[in-house]
């Protein structure tokens, strides 16, 4: 079993920027990925960001330039630092931890753009 911690969030005005963190604890495989997703209200919740253990990427294209993703693996934390928010932005941001085949969710964190 693998457990997240999440911090961060919150809420800001447009165009403001904020930091969510993400530690990871328990059966943690060397080779894994990490990252963001998130879910509005009455959709699906879709990938924001992730990264291998590796240092690969992927992300949405609607955060692109915006958002970075970054991680200390000696520490098993991710971190997604996003800039220039909008209000489409808003939305519950889960981080995810996924090896072998598995995924796992972290709770959840509330971020709310104004406009």
């Known amino acids: 079993q693998v457990q997240l911690v999440e911090s961060g969030g919150g809420l800001v005005q447009a165009g403001g920027s904020l930091r969510l963190s993400c530690a990871a604890s328990g059966s943690i495989f060397s080779i894994n990925t990490m990252g963001w997703y998130r879910q509005a209200p009455g959709k699906q919740r879709e990938l924001v960001k992730t990264?291998?253990?590796?240092?690969?990427?992927n992300s949405a294209d609607s955060v692109k330039g915006r958002f970075t993703i970054s991680r200390v693996n000696a520490k098993n934390t991710v971190y997604l630092q996003m800039n220039s928010l909008k209000p489409e932005d808003t939305a519950v941001y889960y981080c995810?931890?996924?090896?072998?085949?598995?995924?796992?969710w972290g709770q959840g964190t509330q971020v709310t753009v104004s406009s």
């Open positions: 995810a931890y996924e090896d072998r085949g598995t995924r796992y």
């Open positions: 990264m291998t253990s590796r240092g690969s990427t």
